[in-house]
């Protein structure tokens, strides 16, 4: 029904620059939550930064904040991750995920997102 293509990841250095990228199908992408979340290997996959609807709203982890940007191209049913000032500990699988269209749930959880794309792998080494 609704399908979710990651990529832009990559190896970096520290202090160096990444943008992800999150293709849709199906035109509700447009008009629900969207959210970034990583996963690191033997760790749990943790919340990134969410976007609404519009891209009038935004959230992010305290880890991110003044160094990753969310954003929406709703015409081109595509959201991106800016990612700036990168660290080691940055290291993990990204994934893009998307609410159900028309709900409104608390965007910080994973359990409230029902599409997930596949990942992709962002590396920050020297």
């Known amino acids: 029904q609704v399908q979710l293509v990651e990529s832009g990841g990559g190896l970096v250095q520290p202090g160096g620059s990444l943008r992800l990228s999150c293709a849709a199908s199906?035109?509700?992408?447009?008009?629900?939550?969207k959210g970034w979340f990583r996963q690191a290997p033997g760790k749990d996959r943790d919340f990134v930064a969410a976007?609404?609807?519009?891209?009038?709203?935004?959230g992010y982890a305290d880890s991110v904040k003044g160094r990753f940007t969310i954003s929406r191209d709703n015409a081109k049913n595509t959201v991106y991750l800016q990612m700036n000032s990168l660290k080691a500990e940055d290291t993990a699988v990204y994934y893009c995920?998307?609410?159900?269209?028309?709900?409104?749930?608390?965007?910080?959880?994973?359990?409230?997102?029902?599409?997930w794309g596949q990942g992709t792998q962002v590396a920050v080494s020297s």
């Open positions: 995920a998307a609410q159900a269209p028309g709900g409104l749930r608390n965007y910080r959880r994973e359990e409230s997102y029902a599409y």
């Open positions: 199906g035109r509700a992408f447009g008009t629900s939550v």
């Open positions: 976007i609404d609807g519009i891209g009038s709203m935004t």
